[in-house]
């Protein structure tokens, strides 16, 4: 969905992709960030083909991942993009992909580990907030939803990609969403992700 950017994936060629997690993976988490989501790549496609959104904005990316929707900002000339993933080494990757990308200006990058989720939203500075395939579960659903409302509140944009996960069809999230663009999945991702054929942006708004 995205050829205009270039990503270090873990992909059926690579062997770590057929090894079973265990003492010898050479990972301690999950390699998450190995992978392009289908959420991420819709969120993604969207910041390319609707640059004017982002354009001399501050972007939290949150849960980055590979750094697809990050490097994406750059492209569109954000004024700064903080990448954010609990998982150190998804930032390390992300690194790797801005670099492969031409876009690496550290004044305008920045890194976080942190997990922002739940936390004080007034300690959140950005103007432009990015969640790409966030939503998998119900639980996770239940901690973004009320601190994505306080984000909303303090006037801060947030964008969703996702393909239709249980933590956003089964909760009251969608009541609060504004649908702007779905996207076809190509084939293989389609086969890769439990056969979701589409995948969605929304943008977040509150219900006063």
């Known amino acids: 969905m995205t050829p205009e950017i270039a990503l270090h994936l873990i992909t059926p060629k690579c062997a770590i992709y057929h090894q079973p997690i265990g003492d010898n993976f050479p990972f301690k988490n999950d390699p998450f960030w190995g992978f392009f989501w289908p959420g991420g790549q819709a969120l993604t496609r969207f910041i390319l083909e609707f640059k004017d959104l982002f354009r001399n904005r501050s972007i939290l990316d949150l849960g980055c991942g590979c750094g697809a929707s990050t490097i994406a900002a750059l492209q569109a000339q954000a004024s700064h993009v903080t990448a954010n993933d609990i998982d150190r080494v998804a930032l390390q990757a992300t690194l790797l992909n801005v670099e492969i990308n031409g876009v690496m200006n550290a004044s305008m990058l920045s890194l976080n580990d942190s997990n922002l989720v739940g936390c004080d939203s007034s300690a959140i500075d950005c103007d432009v907030v990015l969640i790409g395939d966030m939503f998998y579960d119900k639980d996770i659903a239940a901690d973004l939803h009320p601190w994505m409302q306080r984000l909303a509140r303090q006037g801060k944009e947030i964008f969703v990609g996702d393909p239709g996960r249980h933590g956003i069809t089964e909760t ?37």
């Open 172 to 208: 009251g999230v969608l009541r609060e969403m504004e649908h702007m663009v779905q996207y076809t999945l190509p084939n293989n991702v389609c086969l890769e992700n439990n056969g979701f054929s589409h995948v969605n942006v929304w943008k977040f708004r509150i219900n006063e």
